[in-house]
């Protein structure tokens, strides 16, 4: 098992007013698996993955990643944590806007301040299919084309898990289906396990289950 969730709880406070959104939320994920998480907007699929990835802190409960709990690790931990064991792809691909495609593919090596490895970011790009476009900025690219850099750059660690937040929800259908490919594909190569948020229930159909987020909990999709 990767990660074991348990009893989470999670609120939100806005104007004095507590907005509930995870309420003892469980959820195992097994190695290599690919879980579907579906739901209303706003049932807190988002606000799940930023637990996931330990951008934000629950209010209660426990995530366990192999034997360590996040609740053990400090602000510095986490950020390691993030570049070295999990993948995360945005729908809005959050690339950094000053660095070239080449040098958002290794932000995690800089982050984690290992030896910048140039070739195995070009190979990268090129596995996503976009070599010769090492060095154009987020700007000089499409969207899908942003989309593929992000992912090199989720990828380029070999995570365990790969957490994905409607990766295709700004992109065309036709270019949508060609960046879920590469996602499914690599995730497949590398045997990383993915937790795909998505509201394409056929998208949603190629994971291993499909669960959705309802009331602040995760139940099994009929
Ligand atoms: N930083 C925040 N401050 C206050 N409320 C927030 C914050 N982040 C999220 N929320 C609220 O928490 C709830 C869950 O939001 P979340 O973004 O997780 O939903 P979602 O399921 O990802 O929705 P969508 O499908 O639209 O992306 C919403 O009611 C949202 O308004
Ligand atoms: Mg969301």
């Given at each position: 098992m990767i990660f074991q969730i348990s009893g989470i709880k999670k609120s939100y406070f806005q104007a004095g007013s507590e907005i509930p959104v995870l309420d003892g939320l469980n959820l195992e994920i097994q190695e290599g698996e690919s879980v579907a998480i579906v739901g209303r907007s706003g049932s807190g699929k988002s606000t799940l993955l930023s637990l996931l990835s330990a951008i934000e802190d629950p209010d209660d409960g426990e995530i366990i990643l192999h034997d360590h709990s996040f609740s053990d690790l400090t602000g510095e931990e986490k950020i390691l944590l993030r570049a070295?064991?999990?993948?995360?792809?945005?729908?809005?691909?959050?690339?950094?806007?000053?660095?070239?495609?080449?040098?958002?593919?290794?932000?995690?090596?800089?982050?984690?301040?290992?030896?910048?490895?140039?070739?195995?970011?070009?190979?990268?790009?090129n596995e996503v299919g976009l070599s010769g476009r090492e060095d154009h900025y987020p700007h000089q690219l499409s969207g899908g084309e942003k989309q593929r850099v992000a992912i090199a750059r989720a990828l380029i660690l070999k995570p365990e898990i790969i957490l994905a937040d409607e990766p295709t929800g700004s992109l065309d259908i036709n270019t949508g289906e060609e960046v879920m490919r590469l996602i499914f594909d690599l995730v497949k190569k590398q045997n990383a396990a993915l937790v795909l948020v998505t509201h394409s229930l056929e998208l949603a159909g190629q994971c291993n289950q499909i669960l959705r987020l309802k009331d602040?909990?995760?139940?099994?999709e009929e």
């Open positions: 070295q064991k999990i993948g995360v792809i945005f729908q809005q691909f959050h690339l950094l806007s000053h660095y070239t495609a080449l040098e958002n593919v290794l932000l995690p090596l800089e982050i984690q301040c290992s030896r910048v490895d140039k070739n195995l970011a070009k190979n990268l790009l602040g909990k995760l139940m099994a």
